[in-house]
Every structure is written in structure tokens, then in C-alpha cells.
């Protein structure tokens, strides 16, 4: 996580959500805790906010993720613990995707 989103994060937690007694930024009130369902919604509402008319959703934010850290030159290896993934072969799947992007701009030459 870079330093300036740390900070903002940070900042969100302990301003914003001072009745949650956690560091999870998408905890519930109520557990305490990440729950999926709840980032789900909260992103939606986000997305909404934004008046972004795209599918968002965690595994394409994730995705997208991955794929721009490759784009920036960051090694296989780092985004692997970035992403959690126990095998490497799990995150080649977004070299593979990045290569398709690369061939099909090649083909339009």
C-alpha cells in the first residue's frame, strides 16, 4: 500500500469510524470484522456515486490491480504476495491477459 492511501486510510479510520473497534477499512459495526458482502455493497455504492458505468466489482478492481502492476515493470513474485496467492502459476493469469493486450495492438498494425 503506498504511503499516501496509508495515511488517508488511517486518517478514515480513526475520524470516521471511531465506534468500530477495528483496522479493517470494510468492517461491519456490528462483527468488527471484513466481510465480503459488505465491500461488495460499498463499493457499488461507490461506483454509483461516481457515475461510473462499468461492471465494477472486487475481482475486476483486483484484476485491474494486477495488471497495472505489471504494466509499471513490478516482478511476478511481488505481486504474487501482494495478491495472496500461494503459486506463482496463479498469478501468471495476468502476464497472459497483459500478452493479449499486447498481441491484439500488434494485429491492428
Known amino acids: 500500500m503506498?504511503?499516501?492511501l496509508k495515511s488517508a486510510l488511517k486518517t478514515y479510520i480513526k475520524e470516521?469510524?471511531?465506534?468500530?473497534?477495528?483496522d479493517?477499512?470494510?468492517?461491519?459495526?456490528?462483527?468488527?470484522?471484513l466481510s465480503r458482502s459488505y465491500y461488495s455493497r460499498r463499493l457499488q455504492k461507490a461506483?454509483?456515486?461516481a457515475d461510473v458505468n462499468k461492471k465494477i466489482s472486487p475481482h475486476s478492481i483486483r484484476h485491474s490491480?494486477?495488471?497495472?502492476?505489471i504494466k509499471k515493470g513490478v516482478d511476478l513474485a511481488t505481486i504474487k504476495d501482494i495478491l495472496g496467492h500461494e503459486n506463482i502459476q496463479t498469478t501468471s493469469v495476468y502476464?497472459?491477459?497483459?500478452m493479449t493486450r499486447i498481441r491484439d495492438?500488434?494485429?491492428?498494425?
Open 2 to 4: 503506498n504511503s499516501k
Open 16 to 22: 470516521d469510524r471511531p465506534d468500530v473497534n477495528t
Open 24 to 33: 479493517y477499512v470494510f468492517a461491519t459495526k456490528r462483527t468488527g470484522s
Open 47 to 49: 461506483v454509483k456515486k
Open 65 to 69: 490491480t494486477a495488471v497495472a502492476l
Open 95 to 98: 502476464v497472459h491477459s497483459d
Open 105 to 109: 495492438a500488434l494485429e491492428a498494425i
